[in-house]
T-cell receptor
């Protein structure tokens, strides 16, 4: 089956720093979503981005489907950005969303 | 409104108990999902309901029994669980029965099996 790997696995930042999270996938996909899971377990949709670039405030994402990767940029990080970031893909010929391995982000004041 | 509501938020049960998890959405979505998430791991798909019919069962043990009474409601009935079933159980919904639609998640039920 498809493999979805995220890097880095852990990231520690001071408030105000910028970061880039990466999602690599091993096969072609219909779509890709980025989620933020807060410390209480809630999964929050960040982006639905099968290809191209999108921006939402301090966050932006880029997916290069032909090269099978996606990037999530966080600028001017805040303590509320802490949590785990997952990418999730929908491989062709399935109805499933396959989650990546996750990046655990901790932002300190 | 993109809200998926799960109850209860926390549940502790013994191995001989029967309990149910509930998930509700009022967005008119026609697909609903159950995921299981162990600590420090990504969510794993358990079941998919599309137009109130079970479309995917990821070889989940029969001690987990899903039910979709109507298009807004999804239940997960639990019976004779094992301690290793302790996890966060997440419900999600999407507009149609294809994963290419955006999935919206509830806050989850933290289950502890003693």
């Amino acid at each position: 089956g498809i493999q979805v790997e995220q890097s880095p696995p852990d990231l520690i930042l001071q408030e105000g720093a910028n970061s880039t999270l990466r999602c690599n996938f091993s096969d072609s996909v219909n779509n890709l979503q980025w989620f933020h899971q807060n410390p209480w377990g809630q999964l929050i949709n960040l982006f639905y981005i099968p290809s191209g670039t999108k921006q939402n405030g301090r966050l932006s994402a880029t997916t290069v489907a032909t090269e099978r990767y996606s990037l999530l940029y966080i600028s001017s990080s805040q303590t509320t950005d802490s949590g785990v970031y997952f990418c999730a893909v929908d491989p062709y010929n399935t109805d499933k969303l396959i989650f990546g391995t996750g990046t655990r982000l901790q932002v300190f004041p | 409104d993109t809200e998926v509501t799960q109850t209860p938020k926390h549940l502790v049960m013994g191995m001989t108990n029967k309990k149910s998890l509930k998930c509700e959405q009022h967005m008119g979505h026609r697909a609903m999902y159950w995921y299981k998430q162990k600590a420090k791991k990504p969510p794993e798909l358990m079941f998919v309901y599309s137009y109130e019919k079970l479309s995917i069962n990821e070889s989940v043990p029969s001690r987990f029994s899903p039910e979709c009474p109507n298009s807004s409601l999804l239940n997960l009935h639990l019976h004779a669980l094992q301690p290793e079933d302790s996890a966060l159980y997440l419900c999600a919904s999407s507009p149609e029965g294809r994963a290419k639609n955006i999935q919206y998640f509830g806050a989850g039920t933290r289950l502890s099996v003693l």
